[in-house]
């Protein structure tokens, strides 16, 4: 649900491996150039080191706690994101804007150095949903609705 709310928002996707250490995730954060944080709470030491490694403010950190786990004191829930307002999801509707614009910042798996970023742009992303789709169709009529829609996609680069 955070990754289509972040590409809706005009946001950058990105997602890590949750067993990345400080370093790791410095170089993640650093790489995909990352303004904004949301993490579980059970990985969020390392995460609050790369942060600062990376001079983002712990303000811009807050905590996925979709099952309600117990948030830090000293953290904002990504629910608290709710108390700005509402507006419509980012739209575009030319193949140029669609071609060229950012949707996500996936990562290679890194065997020969570090991991390195993969962009995925808006038209990418629909392809790949496009391609399954083709592959594998579906044995009930699709019909389409005037909103935004788009399948989630997997948080680390595999697709290949």
């Known amino acids: 649900m955070l990754v289509l709310a972040i590409i809706g928002a005009g946001g950058v996707f990105t997602g890590t491996n949750p067993s990345y250490t400080a370093a790791e995730l410095s170089h993640h954060i650093k790489t995909a150039r990352c303004s904004f944080l949301i993490s579980e709470s059970a990985i969020l030491a390392p995460l609050l080191d790369a942060a600062k490694q990376n001079q983002i403010p712990e303000r811009n950190v807050w905590i996925f706690d979709p ?8 953290h904002r829930s990504w ?22 614009t950012t949707a996500a910042r996936l990562f290679s798996s890194g065997t020969t150095g570090l991991p390195k970023a993969v962009v995925i742009t808006h038209y990418n992303m629909i392809a790949q949903q496009e ?30």
């Open 79 to 100: 629910r608290d994101l709710f108390n700005y307002g509402e507006e419509d999801w980012v739209r575009f509707d030319d193949l140029e804007t669609a071609r060229t």
């Open 131 to 160: 391609l399954v789709y083709t592959a594998f169709p579906r044995p009930y009529h699709v019909s389409l609705i005037q909103t935004f829609r788009s399948p989630p996609i997997p948080v680390t680069y595999e697709a290949g």
């Open 67 to 74: 099952l309600n786990q117990d948030t830090p004191k000293t």
